[in-house]
């Protein structure tokens, strides 16, 4: 598959997962564009007898989850600018930004198969169908991990909202 191929076909997905973890344009564009040219000097060890995108899927997550650590502050710093732009006060700001990572922290503290099904679902905001494929499992899997998914991210929010 030449280059400009894997590019113009794949990228407007590789951008979203990108920014669904790190939330940020800038970062985002540049871990798509690193995921890309890694999978095309990678393509030999891709398996052609399964789908593209769930390869390039774990590559661009791995990439983007590598890279969050630098980009925790600028976050914080974006979310609080937005909401300063639409008006909030400090006060507002401030609840906004905590809840925000409350919600992180819960969803970090979830199993990894559980975790990934809420970050497709929620904040890809990927048909069950589109994760199945990424994820290689029948969609009533997809749907039984989000359902327990959601249990277990609702139990973990009350209770850190018991021990506050």
């Keep these: 598959m030449a280059f400009g191929l894997l590019v113009e076909t794949y990228l407007p997905r590789v951008y979203r997962v990108a920014f669904g973890i790190v939330r940020n344009r800038e970062e985002a564009a540049d871990i798509a564009q690193d995921a890309l040219v890694r999978a095309y000097r990678g393509i030999r ?49 401030a609840v906004a930004v905590d809840e925000r990572a409350r919600i992180r922290r819960a969803v970090s503290r979830l199993e990894a198969q559980h975790r990934t099904v809420i970050e497709l679902n929620h904040f890809q905001e990927c048909s069950y169908r589109e994760i199945a494929e990424m994820l290689a499992i029948p969609v009533g899997t997809v749907m039984s991990r989000l359902y327990h998914a959601r249990r277990r991210l609702r139990s973990a929010l009350e209770e850190e909202c018991g021990e506050s």
């Design 45 to 93: 060890r891709f398996d052609p007898s399964r789908p593209m995108f769930p390869w390039l899927y774990q590559i661009t997550r791995n990439l983007a989850l590598n890279r969050i650590q630098r980009v925790r502050n600028r976050e914080v710093t974006l979310v609080t600018d937005s909401l300063v732009a639409d008006g909030r006060g400090p006060e507002d700001v």
